[in-house]
């Protein structure tokens, strides 16, 4: 509104000041015209007049400057406006999917020619070259439980992978579980059960061994000696193992292995096998091995001579469901209709008495007529009708004798 208003009173201003120019400018030239009859000349209202008209034409310049300036600014906004990049706005956000579940078994690479895998709960499990081959489909391979540390695992696998390469001992499936407690939740006896649900391997306490290497050592010796029908041998390396309580339970053969220059580790082992030879258990110490691969190969041996052996599995693990695939629709049977009896037709012609008749036989039911010739196919194109097949003069005609009236 006030913009209408400036716009007005410029315009009006402007009118002015034109118009009070030409009176001045016609006052001017009244007053020339008079100095040539000497009349006397009169300029104030001239220049009142011409006063007037460039007060009028300030007005409307600072009227009209305002004006102009602000359409132009106007212009340059909308100018700017339109150059500046439109901001679009966000998407709203959206629930992030869930991730799918970890697989529940995960290879991890190929050592010594077999395949090491890794199950949910952390447990890895090696298997030798000769699980996968198709000779071995339906054998079900020893296990050996082992506790070490991860530095020591690619001796391991070697170890095992030489000595049944040098025919010196068995294939072996190796666990590892996550944990050495017995009463852990991912323990021995956890990693057992699930690697005997997914893997070809005897569950059989004479077909189970345990090794422990450094801190796993007295672990694996521990828990085989304190737990009665789960392990067939143990073997421990390089270990230092506290006194054990005495236990009037069996135990399992025991292989004490030291590392060259082991001291402390070889006290330990003595004094074990001091402790365990009263009982009458079966101890063997291994000494003087410097290579770790060498010593897991002697340990492969000792697990063959104690455990069985690979074997024909009675029954495999169980295979995924799958769907069962729908039964056939049962057909309706046609109901067996009785044969019936045709009853035997009087040989007597008519007209002759009835003792001439011969005596009837009994009623027989119709017999099958005989089935077709093997070398005959089972179904064959219809053959023409007997009146097409013979001329008209060779028809047969019937003898079925004349029926009286």
Do not use: N
């Not at 100018?79 to 679009?88: F, H, I, N, Q, T």
């Not at 966000?90 to 869930?98: D, S, V």
């Not at 000595?163 to 072996?172: E, G, I, N, Q, Y």
């Amino acid at each position: 509104m006030a913009d209408v208003v400036r716009t007005v009173t410029m315009v009006l201003a402007g009118a002015a000041a034109v118009l009070l120019g030409h009176r001045a400018l016609r006052h001017w030239w009244a007053e020339r015209a008079g100095k040539a009859y000497e009349l006397p000349v009169d300029r104030s209202g001239t220049a009142v007049r011409a006063g007037a008209a460039g007060t009028a034409a300030l007005l409307a310049a600072a009227l009209a400057l305002p004006l102009l300036g602000g359409g132009g600014r106007e212009e340059v906004d909308a100018g700017a406006a339109a150059l500046a990049p439109v901001l679009v706005p966000p998407p709203p956000a959206r629930t992030p999917e869930p991730a799918p579940p970890p697989p529940e078994v995960r290879t991890l690479g190929h050592p010594a020619g077999g395949t090491l895998d890794q199950l949910q709960d952390g447990t890895r499990v090696w298997l030798p070259p000769q699980y996968a081959s198709r000779k071995a489909a339906g054998i079900g391979f020893p296990v050996v439980v082992a506790h070490l540390p991860a530095d020591a695992e690619t001796d391991l696998y070697g170890g095992f992978a030489l000595a049944t390469k040098r025919r010196t001992a068995d294939s072996f499936v190796l666990v590892l579980p996550a944990h050495c407690a017995p009463g852990s939740a991912h323990g021995p006896a956890t990693a057992l059960a699930e690697v005997a649900r997914r893997y070809r391997v005897l569950a059989a306490r004479t077909a189970t061994g345990v090794i422990g290497v450094g801190a796993g050592a007295p672990c694996a010796v521990r828990e085989a000696l304190a737990t009665t029908g789960r392990y067939g041998a143990a073997a421990g390396i390089s270990g230092l193992y506290p006194p054990l309580a005495p236990s009037s339970l069996p135990r399992p053969s025991l292989l004490l292995a030291v590392a060259t220059g082991d001291t402390a580790a070889r006290a330990a082992t003595l004094r074990l096998r001091a402790a365990l030879h009263p009982h009458g258990d079966e101890v063997r110490v291994i000494d003087g091995i410097a290579a770790h691969r060498e010593l897991f190969a002697q340990i492969a041996g000792y697990m063959t001579e104690k455990l069985d052996g690979p074997a024909k599995t009675v029954t495999p693990p169980p295979a995924p469901v799958s769907p069962a695939a729908p039964a056939p629709p049962v057909l309706p049977v046609a109901p067996v209709l009785p044969v019936p009896l045709v009853p035997p037709v009087s040989p007597v012609p008519p007209g002759f008495p009835p003792s001439f008749a011969p005596p009837l036989s009994p009623l027989s039911p119709l017999r099958p007529s005989p089935p077709l010739p093997p070398s005959l196919p089972a179904t064959r194109t219809p053959t023409a009708a007997p009146w097409i097949a013979y001329p008209p003069h060779t028809v047969p005609q019937s003898r079925k004798p004349p029926q009286s009236s």
